[in-house]
């Protein structure tokens, strides 16, 4: 963890050492908390988070390996977003800082206190030099910061992006890489027993005949037992999807599977569909650290990892939809850009930013699917009865994963390509 958070200190640039060290200071401070009065390197804390913006400084300690540390509040950061930074509840932040939760704007350099969890090095503030056929986008994506933060820091926006004109960026060595870092192991065999089960109907008006029950397995977390049967063919892509995923993004973090279908289908109230075995909900995977809450918010979601997820299931090709909410596809599609995908690659798959795309495109807007994707799969060959809703399209590719050694690095060579991404 430590090797990565310096990995990722060193891409930064500027005075990245720096908080290298400090982040391991904090790290032989905590060590020497829990060993309970163990010597550890004494009083070097006090003297090193002099320095300010975001910098998470050593206050005081507490209990099981959690430390008070005092955050400094950077241009556009929201109360969500520091919270699942330390590994926090956003309520507690607000209680702890005696906030008033729904007026919670925060203010550039306001400090708050924090029982943290973990440490991450702080965000920096970097000038960046504009280079010809340098857009918005690519700027965000080769800094890996969200387009609209990088509008807001540079607001009034300059009337065009001359090379040579000087840029704010806040960018963020402590975001958490859990994707692409290597590989995970590969995927199991597909277990016994997942024939026989058939899809009938509609989605939203069917039935499942010899319904079967996802199998436990390493892959993921189920939800409760009696929501999660499904149509053999559902099954089978649903555990490739996902053993793919634990592959090719080497992701460890815990994938929950919540609602499939009631073992006959049928009617599955608060769902309008989740009718025909057919219908998967996914909870989509937290940011590292942060404690098990039962609906997670745009902030508090590992979105790298979510569009990793979302890769591996589309490219099983039996996909028919999946619902999402239409901001948070932005959060998707710019993680895409950051995970080396290129613009182009995504219009068949995520609605945004296409006003009118959202009929063709897999990823689309539906209500009510903000902490969770819910993924529809086709109907298979061997169900006459199942109905589709539409049909089947031509299959999606989204191209080679990227290489991982090229990953590391901040600026893919194609990012003049990501002009269509400027939606703003
Ligand atoms: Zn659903």
Redesign the pocket.
């Known amino acids: 963890m430590l090797a990565a958070l310096t990995a990722l200190s060193l891409l930064a640039g500027q005075g990245a050492s720096e908080e290298a060290q400090e982040e391991t200071v904090v790290q032989v401070d905590r060590e020497r908390v829990d060993a309970s009065g163990s010597d550890g390197d004494g009083d070097g804390i006090d003297g090193e988070g002099a320095d300010a913006s975001g910098t998470g400084e050593e206050e005081k300690s507490s209990g099981a390996g959690r430390v008070w540390i005092r955050h400094v509040v950077t241009p556009r950061e929201r109360l969500s977003q520091i919270a699942a930074r330390y590994g926090v509840k956003r309520d507690d932040l607000v209680e702890w800082n005696k906030l008033d939760s729904k007026r919670a704007k925060l203010r550039t350099g306001t400090r708050l206190r924090v029982l943290a969890r973990k440490t991450p090095p702080p965000r920096q503030e970097i000038t960046y030099v504009v280079e010809d056929g340098d857009t918005w986008s690519s700027i965000a994506i080769k800094h890996r910061v969200d387009y609209h933060d990088l509008l807001g820091v540079n607001w009034p926006r300059p009337k065009s992006l001359e090379p040579g004109l000087e840029l704010t960026v806040w960018i963020d060595p402590g975001r958490p890489q859990t994707v692409n870092l290597r590989n995970g192991p590969s995927p199991p065999a597909l277990p016994e027993g997942l024939d026989g089960a058939l899809s009938r109907g509609k989605p939203a008006r069917g039935r499942l005949t010899n319904g079967i029950q996802l199998p436990e397995s390493d892959l993921y977390d189920r939800g409760h037992e009696r929501w999660l049967w499904g149509s053999s063919h559902t099954l089978r892509n649903l555990l490739q999807g996902l053993g793919e995923f634990r592959y090719s993004s080497g992701y460890e973090g815990s994938i929950v599977i919540g609602?499939i279908s009631r073992r006959r289908g049928g009617r599955f109230p608060p769902?309008r569909?989740?009718q025909s075995g057919r219908?998967v909900?996914i909870r989509l995977p937290l940011l590292p650290g942060l404690p098990t809450t039962v609906a997670p918010n745009a902030d508090e979601i590992d979105w790298a990892a979510s569009w990793e997820l979302v890769r591996a299931l589309v490219e099983t090709q039996e996909v028919e939809v999946i619902?999402l909410e239409g901001p948070l596809q932005r959060r998707l599609y710019q993680a895409a850009l950051w995970e080396g995908v290129i613009a182009e690659d995504l219009k068949p798959i995520i609605a945004w930013p296409n006003r009118q795309g959202n009929e063709k495109a897999l990823v689309r807007h539906s209500r009510g699917?903000d902490g969770?994707i819910?993924v529809r799969f086709r109907c298979g060959p061997e169900e006459p009865r199942c109905r589709p809703r539409r049909r089947r399209m031509e299959p999606v590719h989204i191209g080679e994963p990227p290489q991982v050694p090229e990953r590391a690095g901040v600026a893919p060579a194609e990012v003049a390509a990501l002009r269509s991404a400027d939606a703003g």
Do not use: Q
């Open positions: 609602s769902h569909s989740h219908d909900d619902f699917h969770h819910h």
